[in-house]
Structure formats: structure tokens, C-alpha cells
């Protein structure tokens, strides 16, 4: 979630994943672009998006700060962030750089655990990068604010719960499309487009998990609807047959699942296996990561939907899937929308540094004043003031063990 290693991710992702069914930190890593040594992928179990090393910043480079697992549970979800982010620095630096600097990408590794990532982040900052790219795990974000605005440094958040831009924070950039309106339109797509009547919800019981209950719930009662089920699930669960039982045993017609990809996946085996992919499933974005479908076979994906901000190698713009396809040869695997979210940022960051330079109180500002409408590889940006930037949102459903873009919307923010 390089190039030797990734090769191996889909593999030990497999064999985490199977492990799991069938029973149920703290390194740092930089690289300039071009000129990497990987690193062995095999002794951490999981890994991401950039397991490479090179020598330190030459002075005067400029540092980029990466923040998010490389190892643990969420290293494959996360692993996007290093690639996009990799790509977009590689392709600056065959261009001369920035206002003719280097672009070094630094990163910290979270071990998918929150105290990790609080201490990465302030490993990170301790290093005086000039912009961090954060984790993609809400949890994770909300507990690193008070340091992130301790540090004063521009922090580039992928995570998505809405909370996250509303503490005031003057250092957050948020280019995902947040979770104000995602879990809304997933449920009400659930019952007004697969015409379902008695919807049950499952989700991980975290940040992430607990703020799509809640907006779904508002939606329901809105429209005089309850839920047939509401389960959870933690984290770390490889086993939801449980969860799944009681929703075979309400009845449900249609489930909204917020999970993982590792669970995502988990689940979407086990639905088949209780004999329940007739009940139709609308998965939060995960469920279409190509690292989810990866790890699934013999349909066992057919005919989900999901939410999520961009499917990049679907995009109807030839320039959108042109870049996917550059990305899929580099790395082995398919863009998703953390990657072009990533490489996305980035090249907003260099926009800003030529337009302002390194101040990061006036890179900010400079985003917030001047990506209006900007329409990237994984989304279409529009800042606000407490930093949200993401406003697009895509339907997919897969079909033939691919993702196929239903419509896209984008919204107000």
C-alpha cells in the first residue's frame, strides 16, 4: 500500500489475508526519484508504497514528508500514497525539480497503529520537511492534530472523516473528498438506484466506520426507513460469518459495507460462502481498490457497487487513463484513488512553491486561494478555507472482475 517488492505485495497480501480466514515500528525511508534501492518486502509481512532507501538530502533539496504504514494491517491500503507520491516527485526531478531544486520524499512509517503514527509524524516534523503527506486512517489524523498544528508545517491529509477540517487547524489540506456526503449517497443509492428495502450495515468500529453510521442512519430516518442489521466489526477481524449470519437472518436485500481492503475482501468471500451474493453490496471505496480485487476470485467481487472518489484507468479522460497506464508499469498494479490523489497533491505543491516558495504558511494559502475547479488524475479540487479540497464522487460497479464507472458527480463543498 519497489520494484522488486511489489511483485510480492498481491502475494503476501494473499497470504495475510488466507491466514486470517482460515484462523480468523517506527523505520524511516528516503528516496530522491529516479535513483532507489529497494529494500526486502518478505521479513515485514505487509508492505507499501515505498520501501526504499538512498542516501540523505543534499542541501538545498526540498524535503516532502511522507507519513502512513508501511508495515501492519493497513500498509496495503496506504500503499498508494507512496507510489502516487513517488511518481509526481520522479517526474518533477526529470523537469529540473522546483524553481531548479530536487525534490527529496522522506517518509516515516506509521505500523498501522495509532501511536506509531503520532510518533511518525513527529519524527517527520522534527526533520523540518517542507510539506508531510499524512496518513489516510481518520483515527490516526485526528489524534496527530494538536502536533500537526504544533509543527506549523503544510500536512497533507487523506483521510476522509469530516471532523478532521473542523477543528480549526490553519496546517491541513485535505485532497480527498471528505466524508460529509459520501455515506449518504451511498445509502440512498442503496435504496433508489438497487431498489433495495431492507438495508443492513456493517462497518469497522473506528472513526472511519463510526462516521458513515452515522450520516447513513440520518439518511434512513430521513426517509422513515430503520435498518434491518447494524453490525461491527474490529479492526483487526478476518472472521465477520457472525455479522453476516444476523444478516442473513433479517432479511436483508441490500448491505452497505464499510471496511478495508483486507476486510472488504474478507467479506466478500464469506458473503459467498454463506450463500448470500444475492444480497446486493455497496462497499465504501476500498471495496474496488485493485488491492482488494487482487485477493479475490471466483466472482466474488461480480456485481458490487462502491463509492469513491475516482477510478483512474476507467476515467473517461484519455489523459486520466494515459497516466494510469504509466503508473501500472512502474508499479506493477493499477492506480487507485489514494495514488492519484497523491500525485495530484504534489503537483498542487509545486504550483504553489514556484508561485510563493517555501513558506508554508503562504503555501496554503496560496492552494486554498488558487485551486478552484482543478481537475487532476483522482479527483477535481476546490479548496475551502478549512482546507477540504476533494469534490468529486464516482459510482462503480464491478463487471467481468473489473471496475466500471457507473456516473460521477461532483459537489459543492
Not at 524535503?63 to 507512496?82: D, L
Not at 489516510?136 to 492534530?145: D, F, K, N, V
Not at 471495496?287 to 456485481?303: F, K, R, S
Not at 486520466?320 to 492506480?335: F, M, P, S
Request: aromatic letters at 8%.
Amino acid at each position: 500500500m519497489k520494484k522488486s517488492a511489489f511483485v510480492l505485495l498481491g502475494i503476501v497480501l494473499v497470504v495475510v489475508l488466507l491466514a486470517g480466514t482460515l484462523a480468523g515500528c517506527g523505520g524511516s525511508t528516503t528516496t530522491t526519484g529516479a535513483t532507489t534501492a529497494t529494500t526486502a518486502a518478505a521479513d515485514t509481512g505487509t508492505t507499501s508504497g515505498d520501501t526504499t532507501a538512498t542516501s540523505a538530502a543534499a542541501t538545498g533539496d526540498l524535503v516532502i514528508g511522507g507519513v502512513y504504514g508501511i508495515t501492519g494491517k493497513y500498509a496495503g491500503g496506504e500503499a498508494g500514497m507512496g507510489y502516487g507520491t513517488k511518481m509526481a516527485i520522479e517526474e518533477l526531478n526529470a523537469a529540473g525539480g522546483i524553481n531548479g531544486q530536487k525534490l527529496v520524499y522522506d517518509i516515516e512509517d506509521t505500523g498501522s497503529e495509532q501511536a506509531g503514527a503520532v510518533n511518525a509524524f513527529n519524527r517527520m516534523a522534527a526533520k523540518k520537511p517542507v510539506a508531510i503527506f499524512n496518513t489516510c486512517i481518520s483515527g490516526y489524523t485526528m489524534a496527530q492534530l494538536p502536533d500537526i498544528a504544533k509543527a506549523q508545517i503544510p500536512t497533507y491529509c487523506f483521510a476522509d472523516a469530516p471532523d478532521i477540517s473542523a477543528q480549526g487547524n490553519q496546517w491541513i489540506l485535505r485532497p480527498s473528498t471528505p466524508d460529509k456526503v459520501t455515506p449518504s449517497m451511498a445509502v440512498k443509492f442503496a435504496v433508489e438506484e438497487v431498489k433495495g428495502t431492507k438495508v443492513a450495515i456493517l462497518y469497522v468500529n473506528n472513526d472511519f466506520g463510526q462516521v458513515w453510521d452515522k450520516f447513513m442512519l440520518e439518511w434512513l430516518a430521513g426517509q422513515k426507513m430503520k435498518e434491518v442489521a447494524n453490525e461491527t466489526f474490529g479492526p483487526d477481524d478476518k472472521d465477520m460469518t457472525a455479522q453476516l449470519n444476523k444478516v442473513k437472518q433479517s432479511g436483508a436485500d441490500v448491505m452497505v459495507v464499510v471496511a478495508d481492503p483486507l476486510t472488504h475482501a474478507a467479506i466478500l468471500k464469506q458473503r459467498m460462502q454463506l450463500g448470500l451474493s444475492e444480497v446486493a453490496y455497496v462497499g465504501s471505496d476500498a471495496a474496488v481498490y485493485p488491492e482488494t480485487l487482487a485477493l479475490l476470485t471466483n466472482g466474488e467481487a461480480e456485481g458490487i457497487y462502491s463509492l469513491t472518489a475516482s477510478v483512474p484507468p476507467q476515467d473517461p479522460d484519455p489523459k486520466v487513463r494515459e497516466w494510469a497506464a504509466k503508473y501500472k508499469e512502474l508499479y506493477g498494479i493499477d492506480a487507485d484513488t489514494i495514488g492519484a490523489n497523491a500525485y495530484d497533491a504534489v503537483m498542487i505543491f509545486s504550483d504553489a512553491v514556484k508561485a510563493v516558495g517555501t513558506d508554508g504558511a503562504k503555501i496554503r494559502a496560496w492552494v486554498i486561494e488558487n485551486v478552484q475547479g482543478y481537475k487532476g488524475m483522482g479527483n477535481t479540487y476546490r479548496f475551502q478555507a478549512n482546507g477540504d479540497g476533494g469534490t468529486q464522487m464516482t459510482v462503480v460497479q464491478i463487471v467481468d472482475g473489473q471496475p466500471k464507472i457507473l456516473k460521477t458527480m461532483v459537489y459543492a463543498n
